[in-house]
Nanobody, 122 residues
Framework: QVQLVESGGGLVQAGGSLRLSCAAS????????MGWYRQAPGKQRELVAS???????NYAESVQGRFTISRDNGKNTVSLQMNSLKPEDTAVYYC????????????????WGQGTQVTVSS
C-alpha cells in the first residue's frame, strides 16, 4: 500500500506564491516518477510537472519558468514551488507517483493523492 499525503494548498492573490508538498509512505516499493497534476472545474486533469528518479524535470508550457518541482529521494517527498501565480492556475492539484514493487519490478503502478485546492484571486 502506498499512501500520499499532500499539503500546502490555499488561497493567494495573483502574483503570489504557494508551495505544495507530498509525502509518500509505505514499504516495498521504488518510486520511479513523482509529479503534480491539476484539474480545474470542467476541464481534464493535466500534467503540471514531473520529475523521474534521474532528476530531469518536465513542465507544462503554461507553468514553465514560474513553477519548480523538486524531490527528496531519501524522504520520498516531492514539492512544487509555485511563483507568479495566475487566476488560471486555480485548480485542485494532485500528487502523483509511479512506482514499482520491489518484488515485481516489471510493472509500474500509478498512485494519487487526495488533492489540494489552489485558488488564485485576481
Amino acid at each position: 500500500q502506498v499512501q500520499l499525503v499532500e499539503s500546502g494548498g490555499g488561497l493567494v492573490q495573483a502574483g503570489g506564491s504557494l508551495r505544495l508538498s507530498c509525502a509518500a509512505s509505505g514499504s516495498s516499493f521504488r518510486i520511479n516518477v513523482m509529479g503534480w497534476y491539476r484539474q480545474a472545474p470542467g476541464k481534464q486533469r493535466e500534467l503540471v510537472a514531473s520529475i523521474p528518479s534521474s532528476g530531469r524535470t518536465n513542465y507544462a508550457e503554461s507553468v514553465q519558468g514560474r513553477f519548480t518541482i523538486s524531490r527528496d529521494n531519501g524522504k520520498n517527498t516531492v514539492s512544487l514551488q509555485m511563483n507568479s501565480l495566475k487566476p488560471e492556475d486555480t485548480a485542485v492539484y494532485y500528487c502523483h507517483v509511479r512506482i514499482t514493487w520491489t518484488y515485481n519490478l516489471a510493472r509500474e503502478f500509478d498512485h494519487w493523492g487526495q488533492g489540494t485546492q489552489v485558488t488564485v484571486s485576481s
